[in-house]
């Protein structure tokens, strides 16, 4: 680890909030108000056409064919499982170390959550853990790959694209922290046979509720994605499949709309306040080179090929709670994005994985902490951040 540096004391060190979405509402209020009373005038409440000037749009930034708004992430996964047609029978191999939706849309779908384990380094899904799977004779019916782009970084597509041929499977984003990353150039939302993003409050590109969004290149994919957000409607009140209601409000598309034209400065911001924290940490002589800490901390990466949005800045701790505990009592803010991987939450025991089945979920899940990272945030808030985070580890 390289030598660290004294730095001023912290214990009256300003409070640095995890996320302030008053500096982001405040210059766009009236852009807002206007974008919202434009639906109250038309009275197009769900779908109409906030909505699809909206999903025009953002199919026109991620550079795909289609673009479907939907009611939630969650909503967003499920549909895209649905419209692949992954149900019952089918196997769809993930990470353990997510946001519940990931395997909750899944187990939804009637398909099955098959696990593999992650890379140390970036928390992905490990492509060679899952080519692991992939080949032991006990998960013949896989028949999908659901990468989750964990904190605003695309998985090794790569990798996966390999898999995919391989195996002949399909491939399915969970691109719900990443709107605007990319993988060679190619943006998130358009690798995969079809991606679903999540819009929830705190996200880069967030709505004013819940909403969410499938994406696809195919044109059957979004057909059937469509008519499944409707209740298996193609034609009002003819029902051809048991679909669901997963329609966008036209507040939520108004909305999403102004913030597109915004999104791309903020993840520069964003991408910005990643390289200050790495400077300053390194600066205090606080950065191991990992993948896992010791005395110090390990730093997230950019994976080469990799165009990182920084929806979390999260570092790894071997003392994570009690540096935790440290910031809030300095009223800094962190979060813990995932204490507990998914194949030990009480509700999926039935999946019939035990504690130890995925060291290195299990190992990340005891040492991530999220920093407070946001495109307003200033530097001397994150100054604050590691002078803090500099007395604890003193």
């Known amino acids: 680890m390289v030598e660290r540096k004294p730095m001023k004391a912290a214990k009256n060190a300003q409070p640095v909030p995890m996320l302030d979405l008053d500096r982001q509402y405040a210059p766009l209020r009236q852009e807002l108000l206007e974008a919202l009373t434009g639906v109250l005038d038309s009275r197009q409440f769900i779908l109409g056409g906030a909505v699809e000037a909206f999903e025009s749009a953002a199919a026109e930034q991620l550079g795909v064919k289609h673009a479907i708004g939907c009611s939630s992430g969650t909503d967003a996964l499920w549909l895209a499982l649905a419209a692949a047609g992954i149900g019952p029978g089918d196997g769809v191999l993930t990470t353990p170390f997510s ?78 922290q990443a709107w605007g990353a990319e993988w060679k150039g190619v943006k998130a939302g358009g690798l995969g046979d079809v991606a679903a993003f999540s819009f929830y409050p705190t996200k880069n590109l967030s709505a004013a509720g819940d909403a969410g969004m499938v994406t696809t290149n195919s044109d059957e994919l979004a057909e059937r994605a469509r008519m499944l957000r409707q209740h298996g409607m193609r034609r009002r009140y003819h029902h051809d499949e048991v679909g669901w209601n997963a329609r966008m409000d036209g507040f939520q598309g108004a909305i999403l709309s102004v913030k597109l034209k915004y999104i791309a400065g903020w993840n520069k911001a964003r991408r910005a306040a990643a390289a200050r924290y790495e400077s300053f940490f390194r600066a205090a002589g606080l950065a191991e080179s990992g993948p896992y800490p010791r005395s110090g901390l390990v730093l997230p990466r950019e994976m080469p090929g990799a165009h990182h949005v920084w929806h979390q800045y999260v570092i790894r701790s071997a003392k994570r709670d009690a540096l935790r505990e440290f910031l809030t009592a300095r009223g800094i803010g962190s979060e813990i994005y995932y204490p507990v991987p998914l194949h030990l939450q009480e509700a999926l025991q039935p999946l019939g994985y035990k504690a130890g089945d995925f060291p290195e979920a299990e190992r990340a899940a005891r040492e991530v902490l999220a920093l407070p990272i946001f495109p307003e945030i200033r530097e001397e808030e994150q100054r604050a951040v590691v002078g803090s985070i500099a007395e604890f580890l003193s």
């Open 99 to 176: 946001f519940f939706a990931s395997v909750s849309a899944i187990l939804r779908a009637g398909a099955t959550p098959v696990l593999a384990d992650i890379d140390p380094a970036t928390f992905n899904l490990d492509a060679g853990a899952a080519q692991a799977v992939l080949a032991s004779k006990r998960v013949q019916t896989v028949k999908a790959i659901l990468p989750v782009y964990i904190y605003g970084q695309c998985a090794d597509w790569t990798a996966f694209d390999a898999l995919r041929r391989e195996y002949g499977l399909k491939l399915i984003e969970d691109a719900a």
